[in-house]
C-alpha cells in the first residue's frame, strides 16, 4: 500500500514540471503575439481615427475623393467639402448611410449645385459595413 503510493508520486512529479513547462511555454508565446492588435498609430495614417473611421478614410479615398477633394476639401463645380458641413453634422450615421445609397438626382429640390450626386457615390458594390465606415469618417471630420 505505502509502495504503490510512494511509486504513484514519483511517477507523477515529472509529469508534473513539465504541464508548468508547456503553461510557461504557452504564456511567453502568447504575450509575443498580444502587440499585434493595436500597432502603434503615427499622426500620418490617421492618428486619433477609431479604426473604422480610418477604414471609411480609405474608402472615400478610392470612391469619392474624384468629386469630394483628395483632401476631401470639395472640387469646384463638382462635391462640396466633407469637413465642417452642416449636413454631415445634422444627420445621423443611419440617416447619412441612407442619403448616400440614394444619392441626390441632379433636379432634386435639395440639389445646391445642379450637379448630381450619384447613387452610392457611384459604386454600387460597396457594402452596408463599408458606408458606415464612411460615414464614421465623415462625421470624425466635424
Ligand atoms: C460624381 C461625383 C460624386 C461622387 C463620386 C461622390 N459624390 Fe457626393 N456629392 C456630389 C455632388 C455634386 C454633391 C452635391 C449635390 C448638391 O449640390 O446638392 C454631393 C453631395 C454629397 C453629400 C452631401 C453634402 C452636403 O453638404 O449636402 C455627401 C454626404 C456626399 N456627397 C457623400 C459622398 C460619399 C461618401 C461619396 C463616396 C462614396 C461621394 N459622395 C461620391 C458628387 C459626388
Do not use: W
Amino acid at each position: 500500500m505505502l509502495r504503490t503510493n510512494r511509486l504513484m508520486r514519483t511517477r507523477h512529479r515529472p509529469l508534473g514540471s513539465l504541464a508548468l513547462l508547456l503553461l510557461l511555454v504557452a504564456a511567453i508565446v502568447a504575450s509575443g503575439c498580444g502587440g499585434t492588435e493595436s500597432p502603434p498609430r503615427t499622426p500620418d495614417d490617421g492618428g486619433d481615427l477609431s479604426a473604422e473611421a480610418a477604414a471609411g478614410k480609405e474608402l472615400a479615398s478610392q470612391f469619392c475623393s474624384a468629386c469630394h477633394g483628395q483632401d476631401f476639401e470639395g472640387v469646384g463645380g463638382l462635391g462640396p467639402s466633407f469637413h465642417d458641413d452642416s449636413f454631415i453634422r445634422d444627420h445621423t450615421e443611419a440617416q447619412l448611410v441612407a442619403f448616400i445609397k440614394e444619392g441626390r438626382p441632379a433636379d432634386a429640390p435639395d440639389n445646391e449645385s445642379g450637379v448630381a450626386m450619384p447613387a452610392y457615390g457611384g459604386n454600387p458594390r460597396l457594402t452596408d459595413e463599408q458606408l458606415s465606415d464612411i460615414v464614421e469618417f465623415l462625421k470624425a471630420l466635424q
